[in-house]
């Protein structure tokens, strides 16, 4: 049977070297398989998601079993989606699967993303995939932004409320831009099926094809590897694809995905019906997007509320905090592997991965612009985290505001410091050497080989 | 013996993905049953007159008209002196500015009813309400609430920040009468809502009921106070574990690196 097959494909060779492929031995370069089996488990529950789901804004009463909405007026998709969390079969677990799902899948594409920044792993050769992958960050937010908009209850209208007022804030093509994608003034019947249909074909279709990609390109240009002993810039030290590295990715696998059904079995996620269905005259609070969003959220709350005017054209004060800050910031890590190649002059191959204090520069350009996200996802909760420190919300939001300056410059000055004495101590330049001490089974120290 | 090993972590994980899937609740509507525990004796005023100066005039003035250190309390009514006394609210405990506070009331029930008495003896106002939990109006009340109520205590109640540094309390304790009493006076940095009619009313109180009657399907409800500690859970607590994985499948168990 698979001569048969192989006979005719010719796919036997193709498959002997996919098995030997060499992976390096690190923990780190298993983060963007978690990403990826995030992403399985995304698409497996978002299937059963669909077919439940009706992208329809027509309203309808609700008659299902949870009291407080009987009799209600909501929107078909509200009705279908609260029918899959109370009368469908495992349909609640299947939906609190998906939403945990997807803040996690996020969350590892980020720390995927940093261990690629950190290590330089973004250099040349790997600068298409560096891009492909940014693409795919973006992608995952719109996945993210859309389905989080789909349940039709008053949290989701009130972040689509936000986007529109952001959209519209945007000069001169703003207006026509909002009425292109809502279909009118906020709130439109239309949005709803509009958006399903770019979660459930247009950006999985870009965001899968885009993993694909991803891949080959990977396999391809073979993996980047930190300075193992053995290792050089022409070969990858590791294991083979089969059996070690197979056996791996299929644990991990499973058990990413045991974690996801864990949390969406035991841990409530976005519980809609205690928001209630979307109405336009009322909004939600508190009112939070989701975590990867919350950054915009935090620029539009910390930015004060000028208006600028300028060549006599007024620039609404939403524009510059939700469309010019997340335009540059995703500009700055587009470019950034020719950037640094620029800055740097170095334009040669490299398949040896840094370690973070080998580069204190990039690492302190890296760790401040880490530090303006954080701080900007704490100021998208600012009333949350208020509460929790007991903080008047005028307060804190004031707090943030200098934080946001200061707090990146001392990281940035902090974490150059850092690096570039533990570069030097390493080096042996001005310092007495440092060496490791390894406690042995004995009980006395003895001296580990640096690395 | 990596086969083992990850057969031994398939069947884990395979264990860990069925038991949350089977516990997970489905839909539950049962109606809340709330026993009104509040007693409906008069108090006598005489006496609540005597512990008013004792443990109240220094704060309120000799015959409630107010001081710099509380505000008047003449056409509060009994509601108002009820529902401060019996959430411990009074006597006030806190520093001069601060909010007062939920504690377990500091007086028997007769002290209690004669002080809200001599309270009620001041001037005209609200008198204790009566509200009627019933599931019928439980709808519009989830109606009401979220379009009044949850901007400050939360769409689930669970509380929130208001400006100013205030709390909104999580309403997970407050009885129906408090809550009802809670309307009409508008404690604190809170609202007046004694412009809602007697029937809206009652159905905001029976929603509250009905919410903390209700076992909120799901699971674990993490603050319910949406994406914040969603978020957070997120990531220490998915990716967390994650992590753990990654780094336990990660290690060259040979090499011990």
Not at chain 1, 4 to 18: P, T
Not at chain 1, 401 to 409: G, M, N, Q, W
Not at chain 2, 48 to 71: D, N, W
């Amino acid at each position: 049977m698979l001569t048969w097959i192989d006979e005719r494909l010719g796919l036997a060779d193709w498959a002997r070297a996919g098995l030997r492929k060499v992976f390096p031995d690190h923990w780190s370069f298993l983060l963007g398989e978690v990403a990826l089996f995030c992403l399985v488990v995304l698409v497996l529950t978002g299937v059963f998601l669909t077919l439940f789901y009706v992208p329809d804004a027509t309203t309808v009463t609700y008659s299902g079993p949870w009291l407080p909405l009987r009799g209600q007026t909501v929107s078909a998709a509200y009705d279908s989606v609260m029918r899959l969390s109370f009368e469908v079969r495992a349909g609640l677990v299947m939906r609190q699967i998906h939403h945990w799902a997807a803040l996690v899948f996020v969350a590892a594409i980020v720390v995927h993303l940093l261990r690629i920044f950190f290590t330089g792993a973004f250099r040349r050769p790997r600068e298409i995939n560096w891009l492909i992958g940014i693409g795919l960050l973006l992608l995952a937010l719109a996945m993210g932004i859309t389905g989080y908009s789909l349940p039709d209850d008053l949290l989701s209208g009130t972040g689509l409320r936000v986007i529109y007022s952001v959209v519209i804030a945007i000069p001169f093509i703003g207006p026509y831009l909002a009425f292109l994608v809502f279909g009118g003034e906020f709130p439109t019947s239309e949005i709803i099926s509009r958006l399903f249909v770019f979660h459930v074909m247009l950006l999985p279709a870009l965001l899968i094809g885009g993993v694909l990609v991803h891949l080959a390109i990977l396999v391809r240009q073979k993996h980047s590897q930190y300075a193992v002993p053995r290792a050089t810039e022409h070969n990858v030290v590791g294991r083979a694809f089969w059996p070690s590295q197979a056996f791996k990715s299929t644990g991990l696998a499973i058990l990413t995905a045991a974690v996801l059904a864990l949390m969406g079995g035991l841990v409530q996620i976005n519980p809609i019906w205690s928001y209630g269905p979307f109405d336009a005259t009322t909004v939600s609070s508190p009112a939070q997007p989701d975590w990867y969003v919350g950054w915009l959220d935090g620029a539009l709350r910390l930015f004060p509320p000028i208006e600028i005017t300028a060549l006599g054209v007024t620039i609404p004060s939403p524009f510059i905090p939700g469309v010019l800050l997340p335009g540059i910031a995703f500009g700055i890590m587009t470019l950034w592997p020719f950037l640094e190649a620029w800055v740097t002059g170095e334009h040669a191959e490299h398949q040896i991965l840094d370690g973070p204090r080998q580069r204190p520069l990039r690492t302190a350009f890296g760790v401040a612009g880490l530090l303006v996200f954080v701080i900007l996802t704490l100021a998208g909760g600012n009333d949350v985290v208020a509460l929790i420190f007991g903080v008047p919300v005028e307060a804190m939001t004031n707090i943030l505001r200098v934080a946001i300056v200061v707090v990146p410059l001392l990281g940035f000055g902090l974490t150059y410091r850092v690096c570039t004495e533990m570069r030097d101590a390493r080096a042996g330049i001005g310092h007495p050497r440092m060496v490791r001490l390894r406690r042995t089974s004995a009980g006395g120290f003895e001296e580990d080989d640096p690395d | 013996m990596p086969r083992l090993r990850l057969y031994a972590l398939a069947l884990l994980a395979a264990a860990a993905v069925i038991i949350p899937g089977a516990v997970a609740p489905g839909a539950r509507s049962a109606i809340p049953r709330i026993a009104s525990t509040h007693s409906r004796m008069e108090g006598d005023a005489a006496a609540g007159q005597a512990v008013f100066l004792a443990r109240c005039a220094s704060c309120h003035g000799e015959v409630g008209q107010g001081t710099a250190l509380g505000p008047s309390l003449i056409g509060v009514g009994a509601a108002g002196a009820d529902f401060e006394l019996r959430t411990g609210r009074m006597p006030f405990g806190g520093a001069p500015g601060a909010q007062a506070v939920r504690k377990p009331p500091a007086f028997d029930d007769p002290t209690i009813r004669h002080l809200v008495a001599y309270v009620a003896s001041l001037g005209e106002g609200p008198s204790i309400p009566e509200p009627r939990v019933q599931t019928a109006s439980v709808p519009s009340g989830q109606r009401l609430f979220i379009a009044n109520c949850a901007p400050c205590h939360g769409a689930t109640a669970h509380g929130g920040a208001v400006g100013g540094g205030a709390l909104a309390p999580a309403l997970d304790v407050a009885t129906p009468v408090q809550v009802a009493e809670a309307m009409l006076i508008g404690p604190g940095e809170m609202p007046v809502f004694s412009g809602l009619p007697q029937g809206q009313r009652d159905a905001v109180v029976s929603y509250v009921a009905f919410l903390q009657a209700q076992p909120n399907p799901g699971g674990v409800s993490i603050g319910a106070i949406g994406p914040v500690p969603e978020g957070f859970a997120a990531w220490v607590l998915g990716l967390g574990l994650i992590l753990i994985v990654v780094l336990v499948v990660g290690h060259d168990w040979r090499r011990g690196r």
